[in-house]
């Protein structure tokens, strides 16, 4: 069972080409959370790169799960830290990278980046 509340919304399906090491990129351009220190929306880009193993991630599920954090207040690192490891529960790729890139806020972006590789 994936350990936040929104993981259950993930679904996936099976990788037709598990003996093949590909790699899938998804663009969410429209991310949305709200920063818990102002209350105002943050607006950021979430980029996923993974090696499948098995499993494939539903696109319809992503969006759906990523549309829940937008009434939610979460720091940027937390969310992309939360977002990943839910990502990995469910997908259990071979290894995968999320890539947040939010917007201005009084002059400063900010990008967070975390990977994961599956031990052998």
């Known amino acids: ?5 929104f993981a259950d919304q993930l679904e996936c399906f099976d990788n037709s080409y598990p003996d093949r090491e590909y790699t899938i990129e998804i663009f969410c351009p ?3 959370s709200i920063c818990p220190k102002t209350g ?13 193993d ?3 991630v539903e696109l319809k599920s992503l969006k759906l799960y ?8 979460i720091f940027y690192e937390n969310v992309t830290n939360r977002i990943f ?22 002059g400063i972006t900010s990008t967070i980046t975390v990977s994961h590789t599956q031990s052998v």
């Open 40 to 52: 105002q929306p943050d607006f950021g880009t979430l980029v996923f790169r993974y090696v499948p």
């Open 85 to 106: 490891d839910d990502f990995l529960e469910v997908v259990k790729p071979r290894s995968a990278t999320l890539e947040s890139r939010w917007g201005a806020r009084g």
């Open 66 to 73: 990523l549309q829940k954090f937008r009434n939610e207040g």
């Open 54 to 56: 098995r499993k494939c």
């Open 1 to 5: 069972m994936p350990g936040t509340p």
């Open 30 to 32: 429209e991310f949305t």
